[in-house]
Nanobody
């Protein structure tokens, strides 16, 4: 079992930056690949980025590529999502997720989820 707690969300103006953190506890964090997803009101949960357990590989959705960066610190049991050049369309609840399986862009590929943190970008 892995417990995930997101933090760092908030209200920011368009063009601004935020860094989300996801702290993990429970099983060995370094054994898990991690992902970030987001869900806007009335929309389905959307893939944002994933990172492999060793941080050797990362991948971001086209909608955030070049603006968002995923990283992790296994010594701190934490995964991060640095979000720059934020746009109003980035407004959503952001979730981190963990999996022992292969990284995936599909929510069903993850086994553990945090409770989410709200990000609101004003125009």
């Amino acid at each position: 079992q892995v417990q995930l707690v997101e933090s760092g969300g908030g209200l920011v103006q368009a063009g601004g930056s935020l860094r989300l953190s996801c702290a993990a506890s429970g099983r060995t964090f370094s054994n898990y690949a991690m992902g970030w997803f987001r869900q806007a009101p009335g929309k389905e949960r959307e893939f944002v980025a994933w990172i492999t357990w060793s941080a050797g590989n990362t991948y971001c959705a086209d909608s955030v590529k070049g603006r968002f960066t995923i990283s992790r610190d296994n010594a701190k049991n934490t995964v991060y999502l640095q979000m720059n050049s934020l746009k109003p369309e980035d407004t959503a609840v952001y979730y981190c997720a963990a999996t022992r399986r292969l990284v995936s862009v599909v929510a069903a590929g993850y086994d553990y989820w945090g409770q989410g943190t709200q990000v609101t970008v004003s125009s």
